[in-house]
């Protein structure tokens, strides 16, 4: 028996390029348990990758602002304060960063996403100041203004339950600040060797291997130990 996984993508399940790395579509579709996809990216993306590996799209996406399970979507965050910090961060010069035709926030419902080329610290500065608690995430492909009473931990305890199961029944892979909630849920996580300095505090093991290498070595003892 192999254990129901919470995977992140970016970083995890990807190439060093940002590619979806080939083996997920050789390692995930025949995983004889429940797969949640766990990321900051907004909902479509998680939901195609379920799709197109032929699993249950089973997600949780924006960070934990949105979880999807059974059919059922739950919309977790609130983006009324977010997208207020960001517009007082335009408003004072700032600039999200992704150019027209902005993919990136089209679908997103609950957070506001910025590039990496955006002015951190004034983005910081003016978050601090806002009226309502708000939280700016370092992904590391993406600054996330959010809500702090969302997140991939909160979101994945929902799920679980959802499906009958217990987080700490989890086994967890990520590389990320924003995964490291979904590790303290999860009874067994991994950061893979690139992850940030947060998530390597978090983790259970830190892996010799970065990106999917070190995550197709997790689920590779894992299948040994399930037999």
Not at 101 to 129: C, F, I, P
């Given at each position: 028996m192999v254990p129901p996984?919470?995977?992140?993508?970016?970083?995890?399940?990807?190439?060093?390029?940002?590619?979806?790395?080939?083996r997920t579509f050789e390692l995930l579709p025949d995983w004889d348990a429940p797969v949640v996809f766990a990321t900051g990216k907004a909902f479509p993306y998680p939901v195609a990758l379920a799709h197109f590996l032929g699993r249950a799209e089973t997600v949780i996406a924006e960070n934990g602002g949105v979880a999807h399970v059974d059919g059922e979507t739950a919309v977790l965050g609130d983006p009324a304060v977010p997208r207020a910090v960001v517009e007082a961060y335009e408003a004072r010069g700032g600039e999200i960063g992704w150019g027209?035709?902005?993919?990136?926030?089209?679908?997103?419902?609950?957070?506001?996403?910025?590039?990496?080329?955006?002015?951190?610290?004034?983005?910081?500065?003016?978050?601090?100041?806002?009226?309502s608690r708000v939280e700016v995430v370092d992904t590391g492909y993406a600054y996330h203004v959010k809500s702090?009473?969302?997140?991939?931990?909160?979101?994945?305890?929902?799920?679980?339950?959802?499906?009958?199961?217990?987080?700490?029944?989890?086994?967890?892979?990520?590389?990320?600040?924003?995964?490291?909630?979904?590790?303290?849920?999860?009874?067994?996580?991994?950061?893979?060797?690139?992850?940030?300095?947060?998530?390597?505090?978090?983790?259970?093991?830190?892996?010799?291997e970065g990106f999917m290498d070190g995550t197709e070595a997790v689920l590779a003892e894992l299948r040994e130990r399930g037999g």
């Open positions: 996984l919470a995977l992140d993508i970016d970083g995890t399940l990807t190439t060093p390029s940002g590619r979806i790395d080939p027209n035709g902005d993919t990136v926030n089209r679908w997103r419902e609950t957070e506001v996403a910025l590039s990496l080329d955006a002015d951190e610290a004034l983005l910081r500065e003016v978050a601090a100041a806002a009226e702090p009473d969302v997140s991939k931990g909160k979101a994945l305890e929902r799920v679980a339950e959802a499906l009958g199961l217990a987080g700490a029944e989890f086994v967890a892979v990520g590389d990320s600040e924003n995964d490291a909630s979904t590790f303290g849920v999860a009874g067994e996580s991994y950061a893979v060797a690139n992850a940030d300095a947060t998530a390597r505090d978090a983790a259970d093991v830190v892996l010799d």
